[in-house]
C-alpha cells in the first residue's frame, strides 16, 4: 500500500485506481460464476475494479462452506473466540490507510467521515471481545420446584447469519454485525453492496488475520440479486438499507420462519431549545447533517430551531456552512466530499428542485459542484419546506436540511414525531434533565442530548436501532449479539416428576401445589 496509483487531485493527469494485482488477491476467495460487475468510483466517475460476482447457486456453495467451518468454530471456547477480537482491533487501527483509502474511493465520502468507520470497528471489536462472553453466558433460573428443577438459560448459536450491507458505511455496515455473530459462535455470509465490495474484503482479509477461520466468514458478491440468495439461504438475516428494501427482506425471512433485523431509513430531526450553547451546537449540528455528505441513517435532514434562538442559531450556522471544505481528495484537508453516484446526485438534486419549485428558500448551497466531483453537491438548507414538498417527509439521504421553527418543546416534540421513521434524534439544551425529558417524548431509537449521532452510535453498550418505518431489532449491546443465538432452556428435574408428586393425585395435587405456590410468593420469589 498505499494500492492507489495516484491521486488527480494533486496530479491531474492521473486516475484514481485500485491497483488490479490488488483487487485479484482480495478476490481470491470468492465463490463467483456470475457476470463480472464493474464499479466507478464517486471521485471522478471513472473505473475503480471489475468484480466477481455470486449467482444464486454460488451463494448456496458459500452457505454450504459457512456451514461447515461453524460446526468446527462453534467447539472453540466463548472466551477464545472473542480474544481474536482485539488482534483484529489492533489491525485495524495499525492498517487504517488502506482502509481508508478503500472506503473513500468506493463511497466518495472525506477521510475524516470514513476514519468515524475505522474508530467504529474497533470499538465494535474491543466491546464484544470484552463483554461478549458475559452476554453469552448460561444463566441459571428458578425452577418450578425452586431446588428440585434446576433450569438454566443456554445461547446457542443460530448457524451461518446472512448480511446484507450498503454502500454508505461500506466498512462499519459490513463488519460491526460479523463481529457478535462470530463471537456467539455462528459462520457469516456477507453480501457487501458493490460499491462497497472492495473494502467489504479488506477487512475480511484483517479477520483472518486475526485469527478467524478462513471458510468461516463468506463474501459473496453481487446486487440486489445476490443479496436476496443470501436471505432465501441463511438462518438469520441482518439487513441494513432502505425501508422499502427491509420490507421485501422481512417478508422473505417471515416466509422461511427466520429471525431478521432490520435497520432502514430516517427522517432524523435536530432541535436546538433556547438554552442551547451555541458554541457546541452550530459545529455539532452541522456534523449531524453533513456527515458523510448526508447519506448516513442518523443524519440530520430536519432543523427544528426554538424561536428564541432560531436567529442567532442560523446566523453561525450559515456561516459555517459556507466554510465547509469540499473535495474528492485522500486527504484530511476536507469538510465534506462526494455523493456516491449519479442516481444519489439524482435524488438529491430532485428533492431540491421540488421544494424550490413549489416555494422553498435556499438559504445555502443547493447546487450540483462537477468542479469538484462529478456527483458532489454543496452542503444545503432549505427554509419554508411544507408537506406538498418531497424533502418534508421523504429521506432525502444527502446533504440537505430542512428548517423549521418552533415556539416550544411541545411544538418541537410533535414535530420531530411527525414522521413515519423514528431512527435517531439530536436535542441541544444546557439542561441535561430537560434533554432527557424530551428524549422520553421522541419515537426514535437513539436520542442524542448535545450531539448529533455519534454518542449514542458509539455507546455501543447501549442497543441502537430503529422504532416505527426505521426498523426491527437492535445491533450493539446486549441485544446486538444475543439476537444471533437461540435461547434454549435444559431444566433438570431432581427426585420428583413435576405432575407426579407421590401419593398426590387429582385434588389433592391441586391443594399442595395451591399451598406451594402461595408460600413461593410469601416468599417473594421471582
Ligand atoms: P437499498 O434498500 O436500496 O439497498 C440496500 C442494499 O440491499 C443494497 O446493497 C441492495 O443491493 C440490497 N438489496 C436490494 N434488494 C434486495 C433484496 N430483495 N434482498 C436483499 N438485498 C437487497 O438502500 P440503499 O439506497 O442502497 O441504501 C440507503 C438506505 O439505507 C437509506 O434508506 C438509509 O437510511 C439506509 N441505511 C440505514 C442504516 C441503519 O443503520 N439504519 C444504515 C445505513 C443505511
Not at 425452577?143 to 448457524?159: D, Y
Request: glycine share 8%.
Amino acid at each position: 500500500m498505499p494500492d492507489v496509483i495516484a491521486d488527480p487531485e494533486t496530479d491531474p493527469r492521473a486516475t484514481y485506481a485500485v491497483d488490479p494485482a490488488r483487487v485479484r488477491a482480495l478476490t481470491a476467495r470468492v465463490v463467483a460464476s456470475g457476470e463480472p460487475l464493474t464499479t466507478h468510483t464517486p471521485m471522478t466517475g471513472a473505473p475503480l475494479a471489475t468484480l466477481p460476482t455470486a449467482t444464486a447457486a454460488d451463494v448456496a456453495v458459500a452457505v454450504d462452506r459457512a456451514r461447515a467451518a461453524q460446526r468446527r468454530w462453534v467447539a472453540v471456547p466463548v472466551a477464545e473466540r472473542a480474544r481474536r477480537l482485539l488482534t483484529l482491533h489492533d489491525l485495524v487501527l495499525t492498517r487504517q490507510s488502506e482502509l481508508l483509502d478503500l472506503v473513500q474511493l468506493e463511497s466518495g465520502k472525506a477521510r475524516s467521515h470514513a476514519f468515524e468507520e475505522v474508530a467504529d470497528v474497533a470499538i465494535v471489536a474491543r466491546y464484544y471481545a470484552r463483554r461478549g462472553p458475559a452476554h453469552l453466558a448460561d444463566e441459571p433460573h428458578l425452577g418450578v420446584f425452586p431446588v428440585l428443577t434446576r433450569s438454566t438459560e443456554h445461547h446457542r448459536p443460530k448457524g451461518v447469519v446472512g448480511i446484507v450491507s450498503p454502500w454508505n458505511y461500506p466498512l462499519s455496515l459490513a463488519v460491526t454485525d460479523a463481529l457478535p455473530a462470530l463471537v456467539a459462535g455462528n459462520a457469516v455470509v456477507l453480501r457487501p453492496d458493490p460499491q462497497g465490495s472492495l473494502t467489504a474484503l479488506a477487512a475480511v482479509d484483517l479477520l483472518v488475520e486475526a485469527g478467524f477461520p478462513a471458510d468461516l466468514v463468506q463474501v459473496v458478491l453481487g446486487g440486489a440479486d445476490t443479496g436476496a440468495a443470501v436471505v432465501e439461504r441463511t438462518d438469520y438475516v441482518c439487513f441494513t438499507g432502505s425501508t422499502a428494501t427491509g420490507r421485501a427482506v422481512a417478508a422473505a425471512a417471515g416466509r422461511r420462519l427466520v429471525g431478521a433485523s432490520l435497520e432502514l431509513g430516517g427522517k432524523n430531526s435536530v432541535y436546538v431549545a433556547d438554552d442551547a450553547d451555541l458554541r457546541r451546537a452550530v459545529p455539532g449540528v452541522l456534523r449531524a447533517c453533513f456527515a458523510s455528505a448526508g447519506q448516513l441513517c442518523v443524519s440530520a435532514e430536519r432543523l427544528l430551531l426554538h424561536e428564541r434562538v432560531a436567529d442567532e442559531f442560523l446566523g453561525r450556522f450559515l456561516e459555517a456552512v459556507s466554510a465547509v471544505r469540499l473535495s474528492t481528495g485522500l486527504h484530511w484537508d476536507a469538510d465534506m466530499g462526494s455523493l456516491v453516484g449519479p442516481a444519489q446526485l439524482e435524488r438529491v438534486l430532485a428533492h431540491v428542485d421540488d421544494a424550490v419549485a413549489k416555494g422553498a428558500t435556499v438559504l445555502a448551497g443547493g447546487r450540483a459542484r462537477p468542479d469538484v466531483g462529478p456527483y458532489v453537491v454543496e452542503p444545503t438548507v432549505l427554509a419554508g419546506v411544507t408537506s406538498a414538498m418531497a424533502c418534508r417527509d421523504e429521506e432525502t439521504f444527502g446533504p440537505v436540511v430542512a428548517v423549521h421553527r418552533v415556539a416550544d418543546d411541545d411544538a418541537a416534540v410533535a414535530l420531530a414525531n411527525d414522521t413515519e421513521y423514528g431512527l435517531n434524534a439530536s436535542v441541544w439544551t444546557r439542561d441535561t434533565r430537560r434533554g432527557r425529558a424530551l428524549a422520553a417524548r421522541i419515537e426514535a431509537g437513539t436520542v442524542n442530548v448535545n450531539e448529533g449521532y455519534a454518542a449514542a452510535w458509539g455507546s455501543i453498550g447501549s442497543p441502537m436501532g430503529g422504532m416505527k418505518a426505521s426498523g426491527l431489532g437492535r445491533r450493539h449491546g446486549r441485544e446486538g449479539i444475543l439476537k444471533y443465538t437461540e435461547a434454549q432452556n435444559v431444566s433438570v428435574q431432581g427426585l420428583v416428576n413435576v405432575a407426579d408428586l407421590p401419593g398426590l393425585r387429582g385434588a389433592s395435587y391441586a391443594r399442595a401445589l395451591t399451598g406451594a405456590l402461595r408460600a413461593m410468593r410469601a416468599a417473594r420469589l421471582p
